[in-house]
Each structure stands twice: as structure tokens, then as C-alpha cells.
């Protein structure tokens, strides 16, 4: 069965490796054989633990994922499964970025749209519940919000959920992105993974 | 620009111009966010490939060849804007007058499908600058138009949002040294994805060289470069008063490619508006109302500062309050066609009302003087509403009461 690909994508810090690590995690992997891919072509992979993985590859400091980081998942869907790879991409800024290496890693990961089955997009929505849309999200996100419209494999996850600003900022990206398929989450506790699942699944 | 001609398909053709962007976004040529918006043009906005395709060469890694994909999704986005377009187009042409207006908004739209389409083709293309001057009087449509071309743009891809945040002097000036520039940025990130309308923009130039207007001008061309793929600015005001504006600030006039005249509104189209907004509201003017309107307009269109559109807006809407006395006062069955007309004395009545007694049209003082019942009862039967609508004061009392 031919694997299709979902992409995480969003601006920097908003949350999309720990998503995807604890993801797979929530989606039944064990052992996280992590796949990636530099922007200049090579490749390598590594199997490392979930809490492994968390604490090497998220963090706070911004542009920390600078390459593709994909992880296979198996979906049970009807009778039978799906098989998903779901890559982890690097942070989209509204500036050029001055660091060559994080512009091709951008690059890289705005390639990665183009054929993807699924489109994760991520938003801080605590982020943007503390400072309103217009410093919460970025220019890149509605453009990508218009570049992905009416896709089926297309959700926004409003991360960080847990927060107490985020109730208020999902409000403001439902309005920003009113029509979309918007899926509140927190990447950190697990939460709304089951709607995301569900969402994937159908979407595939 | 045609309707019938269908886009360019999706598929392998446009993996150079993407190529070209991901090389250009790798060299710190384009940021990201204009990069997605020129992928939406060359995709036109969600289209995935229908074919396979190649590994790109350069700055990133292989992409694995996909299966084929269904292409209805492709087609249900394209036609949903296809229709959200059509449906700005319409509003836009069944607007009354302003021909010269409309064929500039078409000859525009059929420019940036142009551009799109030879961006799509890998042939040299300008990225689309938006900014305009709109000169024209009072109600003449300027801030209806920008938003119907707010909407066209997004419908086409070239906005991310298409909304107006429309400002004037005291939305960009600041009282202290450095407020303007925050104040003027903070409306620019507001309006970024869509339009930013500058109303009255000559206002900015009036206090001279030591006036806060000159540093929100300077902001506010600074900002036309830098956001010149995703975000119009538009300088709106008096023909007159823009022309002075333009000729003081040449840096100005060399990044506003587009100026749209709005001409006053002739008395015919002014009644047409009327009619449209009567029906808009399910009311309608009787042939002696639609005369006493047209009387009016003929004398009052030649003032200086005739709101056009707006003016007969605002008649209508004290026309529909007047109707409203009227039928209470008389204190009669009202059927379905007393409650939608509007009579000469309603337009007479709030003629009067709005701009004084001298203004009501003469035919109308008179009539109105022989109709004494309904002006004799006239207070008692706003008492009445008042009582109906549960106020002892407020608009439909008081002297604001437009």
C-alpha cells in the first residue's frame, strides 16, 4: 500500500515536534525510528525513545528543527490501516531569516506541501489569545490557510490548549480562519489527539 | 478577462515555478509568507499535483513520488472562488453609473490573471503593485469599490484576506514624537492581506513640514514596498484636495500606478440608487415620491458639498421614519402596500427635516401643508411610537436622529 505523506507545519515554537513525537506516540509507535532528511539531500535515521526524542529534538529555542523529521504511523481505518509518514518540518518565519541554513530548512519544508496528502498547519493559540491575531499568528499563516483551502487533508491545530490564554485565542483563530477545519490541541498533555486522529484518518 | 477560459491544470508544469520559489526563499530573496502566496498563483490555491513528479535539484532533499491524486478537489476550491469572484463582479456592475470605474477594475483584474498566468508559464512576470488613488466627492462609492476589490483580490489569490481597514488622520497621527510611526504601523499590520484605505489621505500633508501627517506618509510608503505582493493602500478624498496632495508628495505619486476617478453620480443614477435601496429594504416610492426626490436632487446636487449616494441614503432612511409617523399618526388599517410605500410627503418631510425648511422641494411644503391631519398629529403620534417601541427618547425623537 503506497504511504502517504502528512506534513506539520506552522511558524517557529509553535509546538510541531512535540506534536508529532507524542502523536506517533498516542497513534501506537513504540520505538520512534525518526527519518531525516537535510535540505541538501542526505539522509539518516536514528530509534529513540519517546521521551528520548522529546527532549532531543523540541525545545524552546526557535529554529531548533532544521531538516525533515518523519516518523511512520499505522491507522486502523475501517477493516483495515493506514500508513502515514508523518514529517515534522522546520519553523515558518514573515522575514527572510538571515541564517542561510534555516532558509533552505524553510525551503525544504514548504516543498514538502506541494504533494502532502495531509496538511497539519499549527498555530500558538495561547500565543494568540495573549496578543490578539495580528502579533499571535503571521502573515505566513494565512497564506498557507489560502494556499490549502477546501484540501481535504487539510486542519489548523490550535496548539497549546493547555495554557489560560489559549480558550481565547482558539475563539480568534476560529474567526481568522473561519471555514477551516480547526482542532484544538496540546501537544504537551495529549490533548485533542483522538479528534486529530480521527480527522487524519478520515482524511487519508 | 474571460470567464470561460479554464485555468492552467495542475501538475508538472508548474514544478519549475516552484523550483524557482523554494530556490528563492533558500537565497533570501523572497520570505516565506510571500513565497506560499506565489505558490497559491502558480497553484492557484490548494490544486495538488496530478502526476507524479521529479526530485528537485538544489537546496533540498528528494521528494518521494506521489500516487495520483483525485482531481475534484482541485475543482471544487477553483470554482468556489470562481463564484465568490463572479459574485463581487456582479455587485460590482450592477452598481449604478460609474463606468469609467468599472472598466479600470476590470482592465486591473484581467492584468493580475495575466501575470498569473505567465507566472504559471515560467515567463517573466510583475508582481502585481496594488496600491491606488481614488478622488472623488462624498457617496460616490470609493470605500464600497475598494471593498468589492478587496474581495477580487483574495478571490483571486492575490490577497490573502481582502479586508479594507479603512483609517483616516487621527487613525495614523500621533501626538508625540515617535506615536505616529506606532500608530501608523499598528493600522498597516492590521490591514496586511488586504486593504488599507487612507480616508481624506490629503489631510495628512495640511500642517506642514513640522506636522506628525509627513512621518505616517513616510511609514506608510515604506510599508507599500515592503508589503507591495499582499497589501493595497489607497488614498482616498476630494479630487481637488488629492491633486494638491499628489503634486506636494512626488515620492508619492511614482508608487501609485492606479488613480480612479469617481464622478458625481448623475440625478438619474441617484434615483436609480434610490430604488435599489427602497427595494433593498422592501419599501418602494411612489411616482409622486420618486418626482419630489428628483426635484430635490436636481437643485441640491449642484452644492458644493453634496453627499451624493450617501445624501439620498440619508433621505430615505428619514423618508422611512416619516412614513412610519405618518401611518401611526393617521391612526388607520395599514395593508401590505401603505407599509412599503413611500409617499411625496415622506421625501418632502424628510428633506425638511435633514436640511431645513428652505431645502424641502416646494411642491412638497405645499402638500404637506394639505395634508394638515397627519402634521397636526405629528407629535402625538410620535408619542405613540415611542410608547410602541418602548422609549421616551432616541433616535426616532431626537434631533440626531440620522
Known sequence: MAVQQGVVIGKTNVGKTLFTINFASYCGVQEMH??????????????????????????????????????????????????????????????????????????????????????????????????????????????????????????????????????????????????????????????????????????? | MSNTRPSAP??????????????????????????????????????????????????????????????????????????????????????????????????????????????????????????????????????????????????????????????????????????TAQKTREQIKQALGGILFVDEAYSLARGGERDFGKEAIDVLVRAMENHRDNLAVIFAGYPAEMDRFLRANPGLVSRLPIQIDFPDYATDELLQIADLMCQQRQYRLTEEGRARLREFLETERRAVNFGNARTVRNILEAAIRQQALRLVGRNLPVDRDRLMQIEAQDVSAAVKRLFGEGKAPAAGRESEAGESPAAAGRDAAMQRLAQALGLLAGPWTGENAI
Do not use: C
Open chain 1, 34 to 204: 525518526i527519518s531525516f532528511r537535510e535540505p541538501d539531500g542526505r539522509r539518516s535515521s536514528r530509534v529513540l525513545q519517546r521521551e528520548d526524542a522529546a527532549a532531543e529534538l523540541a525545545g524552546p529555542e526557535p529554529h531548533k528543527t532544521r531538516r525533515l523529521q518523519s516518523i511512520s504511523l499505522e491507522l486502523p481505518v475501517g477493516k483495515g490501516t493506514r500508513h502515514l509518514e508523518l514529517v515534522d518540518t522546520s519553523g515558518l518565519t514573515d522575514y527572510v531569516h538571515r541564517d542561510v541554513e534555516v532558509r533552505r530548512a524553510i525551503a525544504q519544508s514548504l516543498a514538502m506541501i506541494r504533494d502532502a496528502a495531509l496538511i497539519l498547519h499549527m498555530v500558538d493559540a495561547a500565543l494568540v489569545g495573549e496578543s490578539g491575531p495580528v502579533a499571535g499568528l503571521g502573515e505566513v499563516d494565512y497564506q498557507v490557510a489560502q494556499f490549502a483551502q477546501m484540501r481535504r487533508g487539510y486542519a489548523i491545530l490550535a496548539n497549546k490548549m493547555d495554557l489560560p490564554a489559549a480558550a481565547r485565542g482558539l475563539e480568534l483563530v476560529r474567526s481568522e480562519f473561519a471555514g477551516h477545519v480547526i482542532l484544538p490541541v496540546s501537544a504537551l498533555h495529549w490533548l485533542g489527539f483522538r479528534e486529530v486522529k480521527q480527522f487524519v484518518a478520515h482524511a487519508l
Open chain 2, 10 to 179: 495542475a501538475g508538472p508544469g508548474d514544478f519549475p515555478a516552484w523550483q524557482r520559489i523554494m530556490a528563492d526563499v533558500a537565497e533570501g530573496r523572497i520570505n516565506p509568507s510571500e513565497a506560499v502566496r506565489r505558490l497559491v498563483l502558480v497553484r492557484g490555491g490548494g490544486a495538488r499535483s496530478a502526476m507524479p513528479t521529479t526530485p528537485p535539484e538544489g537546496y533540498f532533499g528528494p521528494r518521494p513520488a506521489l500516487s495520483a491524486v483525485p482531481a475534484a478537489e482541485a475543482a471544487d476550491a477553483a470554482e468556489l472562488r470562481r463564484r465568490h469572484l463572479e459574485e463581487a463582479r456582479r455587485e460590482l456592475a450592477t452598481m449604478p453609473g460609474l463606468r469609467s470605474v468599472k472598466e479600470t477594475v476590470e482592465e486591473l483584474l484581467a492584468w493580475v490573471q495575466v501575470q498569473r498566468w505567465r507566472m504559471r508559464e515560467n515567463l517573466s512576470s510583475e508582481p502585481p503593485v496594488l496600491h491606488m488613488v481614488f478622488r472623488g466627492n462624498p457617496g460616490t462609492g470609493k470605500t464600497t469599490v475598494a471593498r468589492l476589490i478587496g474581495r477580487m483580490l483574495r478571490d483571486m489569490g492575490v490577497l490573502s484576506k481582502g479586508h479594507l481597514v479603512e483609517v483616516e488622520r487621527a487613525d495614523l497621527v500621533g501626538e508625540y514624537i515617535g506615536h
